[in-house]
């Protein structure tokens, strides 16, 4: 009676071949991954314009736990208003603004510089630079922003105090 318990077919159930589908899908590290808020990624292209001056440079910051908005435009002839008050900036200020978007890349800048659900009390920023039919917006929150980013944002802040 044993041989014939061992030719007896092979049960259903391992016959039933494993659909491939089954398999965990393998997520290779290729694949677009989102930047890590607060870090610059690679910069996406290099800025051809770098160098020349912009035609305007306009800054807003909302929030914070006192609430006090902060509105500021730059043009390029250095006519700064600040929360409407009305001034002039050197030639050299400007320069240095130039210098400081330069630095960072403005216009080929990449990375995430907010997140969601974050608290009220954080700063928001915004800062738009149009320069020769081009425009760049990037926003930006307390707590997302890369240390290159902070300066520039620091520059701005403190034009016209």
């Given at each position: 009676?044993?041989?014939?318990?061992?030719?007896?077919a092979?049960?259903?159930?391992?016959?039933?071949?494993?659909p491939?589908?089954?398999?965990?899908?393998?997520?290779?590290?290729?694949?677009?991954?989102?930047?890590?808020?607060?870090?610059?990624?690679?910069?996406?292209?290099?800025?051809?314009d770098?160098?020349?001056?912009f035609?305007?440079l306009?800054?807003?910051?909302?929030?914070?736990?006192?609430?006090?908005p902060?509105?500021?435009?730059?043009t390029?002839?250095?006519?700064?208003?600040?929360?409407?008050?009305?001034?002039?900036?050197?030639?050299?200020?400007?320069?240095?603004?130039?210098?400081?978007?330069?630095?960072?890349?403005?216009?080929?800048?990449?990375?995430?510089?907010?997140?969601?659900?974050?608290?009220?009390?954080?700063?928001?920023y915004?800062?738009?630079?149009?320069?020769?039919?081009?425009?760049?917006t990037?926003?930006?929150?307390?707590?997302?922003?890369?240390?290159?980013?902070?300066?520039?944002?620091?520059?701005?802040?403190?034009?016209?105090?």
């Open positions: 009676g044993v041989e014939q318990n061992a030719t007896t092979p049960t259903a159930e391992a016959a039933t071949p494993v491939a589908t089954v398999a965990p899908r393998e997520y290779s590290t290729d694949e677009a991954t989102l930047p890590i808020p607060g870090t610059l990624s690679a910069p996406a292209t290099e800025d051809p770098a160098g020349k001056d035609d305007t306009t800054f807003a910051r909302t929030g914070g736990v006192d609430a006090q902060l509105n500021i435009q730059l390029g002839a250095g006519v700064l208003t600040r929360d409407g008050a009305v001034s002039q900036l050197s030639a050299n200020q400007v320069a240095q603004i130039v210098k400081a978007l330069d630095d960072i890349n403005f216009f080929g800048l990449d990375g995430v510089f907010t997140a969601p659900g974050t608290s009220a009390d954080a700063y928001h915004e800062l738009t630079v149009e320069r020769d039919g081009a425009s760049r990037l926003k930006a929150e307390d707590g997302f922003i890369p240390p290159e980013l902070v300066q520039l944002i620091g520059q701005i802040s403190a034009l016209g105090q």
